[in-house]
């Protein structure tokens, strides 16, 4: 199944806050960021692990097309966070035909990704 998180604007560029999630209680899902219509996206990835016990998180960027990504995709493997640690990625290029896939052993992990769209022809 899966959150998809996606920014709702509509401008030449997008820049700010892109999209933000916090995985429900009671499950793992898998939080996907995709865009439409940009040809590239700059991003900065924060996650923070809300939860009361450690959380396992991998993040993968891969084709939109892609429903199990793969091990050549991965661009953080096993991450694990203590309660109310926070990890934070910058610099992301992620191209207008890929997705940024994250997945947490555990719900109640906020996912937020801030930058820049580009929708110049």
């Known amino acids: 199944m899966g ?3 996606s920014t709702t604007k509509n401008q030449v ?4 806050r892109l999209a933000k999630v916090v995985i429900p209680p009671n499950t793992n899902e898998t939080v996907y960021y995709s ?10 990835i924060l ?4 939860g009361l016990v450690n959380a396992t998180v991998n993040m993968w960027i891969t084709n939109k097309d ?13 991450l694990i966070f ?3 640690s926070v990890f934070v990625r910058s610099g992301i290029l992620i191209d207008g035909d890929e997705k940024l896939v994250i ?3 555990i719900p109640n992990v906020v996912v937020r990704v801030t930058g820049l769209e580009d929708r110049s022809p």
């Open 13 to 16: 560029d997008t820049f700010g």
């Open 3 to 5: 959150i998809n998180i």
């Open 103 to 105: 997945r947490s052993s």
């Open 66 to 78: 892609t429903l199990n990504p793969s091990t050549v995709d991965l661009i953080e493997s096993n």
């Open 35 to 44: 865009t439409t219509g940009v040809i590239l996206s700059t991003v900065d």
């Open 47 to 50: 996650v923070l692990n809300a």
């Open 82 to 84: 203590q309660p109310d």
